[in-house]
């Protein structure tokens, strides 16, 4: 099955500077790429995702990038806010056998102001 | 104002006691699953289901049994056999679709065997 690894697992910056976190994944049919926050005491939420036929996405200040042959992929946070403290997850899926999502094992993030 | 509603958000269980957490959605979604989170670490999928009255295990089922009787209904029971079930349970859905969609999670229930 997929096994999805993550890094760092924790993870302290300053605020207004970037975050990068990593993940790399196993099963070379997985197609589906999404980036979950998850605040404390609370379920994740999907801040970006991510399909195998794009190599890079945007929203505002959060970016993912995906390199099929390496099978690695990527967040970064540009000019970090306190408010980006929390979790962050990597998940991979190969699609539609069910959506089922294999998760890295996450990513502590401080943003000290 | 749709959504996955878990409950209780806390749950103390003695040892030896079957316990149900509770998942409810109103989202019109196809496709349940249930995912546990132990502290520091991913979510690891126990259960999943893609359509009423059907039902697959997950990597780590081993415990733990549902039932699917309502699509909006994703009920989870941690069985006495589930040897360490002091965890973080978190429910979500997704459209069932030919591609990926999002998954939407609860705000989970944390489970506290005594």
């Known amino acids: 099955g997929e096994n999805v690894e993550q890094h760092p697992s924790t993870l302290s910056v300053q605020e207004g500077d970037s975050a990068v976190i990593k993940c790399t994944y196993s099963?070379?049919?997985?197609?589906?790429f999404p980036w979950y926050k998850q605040e404390l005491g609370k379920g994740p939420q999907l801040i970006i995702d991510?399909?195998?036929?794009?190599g890079e996405k945007k929203d505002q200040r959060i970016a993912v990038t995906l390199n099929k042959t390496a099978k690695h992929f990527s967040l970064h946070i540009t000019e970090t806010q306190p408010e980006d403290s929390a979790v962050y997850f990597c998940?991979?899926?190969?699609?539609?056998?069910?959506?089922?999502?294999?998760f890295g094992g996450g990513t502590r993030v401080l943003v000290k102001p | 104002d749709g959504g996955i509603t878990q409950s209780p958000k806390y749950l103390f269980r003695k040892e030896g006691q079957n316990v149900t957490l509770s998942c409810e959605q109103n989202?019109?979604?196809?496709?349940m699953y249930w995912y546990r989170q132990d502290p520091g670490q991913g979510l690891r999928l126990i259960y999943y289901?893609?359509?009423?009255?059907?039902?697959q295990k997950g990597d780590i089922a081993e415990g733990y049994s549902v039932s699917r009787e309502k699509k909006e209904s994703f009920p989870l029971t941690v069985t006495s056999a589930q040897k360490n079930p002091t965890a973080f349970y978190l429910c979500?859905?997704?459209?069932?679709?030919?591609?990926?969609?999002?998954?939407?999670f609860g705000q989970g229930t944390r489970l506290t065997v005594v």
């Open positions: 979500a859905s997704s459209i069932r679709s030919a591609i990926n969609t999002e998954a939407f």
């Open positions: 289901s893609q359509i009423v009255n059907d039902f």
């Open positions: 099963d070379s049919a997985s197609n589906y």
């Open positions: 998940a991979a899926s190969r699609g539609a056998a069910g959506n089922k999502l294999t």
């Open positions: 989202l019109n979604h196809d496709a």
């Open positions: 991510i399909r195998s036929n794009v």
